[in-house]
């Protein structure tokens, strides 16, 4: 998709879309287990999503957008997994805004028609609460559901 839309900007939430975190857990493991998180396991990054931000580095600029507090820890995870260009493009959304709203007023979005974007999140709220982001034709929207296996 990233290939055949060739977004200006690919926009990723963290939490259950790109790494497997949940409720704004950090993604790193906790020095006391040494290997392991709360969940009993070490985070991990979702493939697609990861060959989806390195192939968009030939058409724009990829963008974590989050809710989850944990800035520093998310950047050294994304480190870690060899997202370096992403990791330097993390943006954590404050609490009661839209996703929308932020990024409206974070990101500089050009008038031309052609300036696509391609938000992926997990939560069907995120993508449809805001009206500039549900109604803008420049927005394609994606809920990302992680597949089990």
Known sequence: LVETL???LLLLDFDRTLCSTKSGASPLPKKALHSKSKEGYVHSIDPDLKAAVLA???FGCAHVV????HKEDIQTFL?????????VHVHVVPKKVAKGSYIQEHFNL?????DTILFVDDDVRELSVDPWLRTSPRVHRILFVRGFL
């Open 6 to 8: 060739q977004p200006k």
């Open 56 to 58: 968009h580095q030939a």
């Open 66 to 69: 989050t809710r989850n507090p």
């Open 79 to 87: 480190k870690m997994h060899g997202l370096q260009i992403l990791a």
């Open 110 to 114: 050009g008038k031309e028609d052609d």
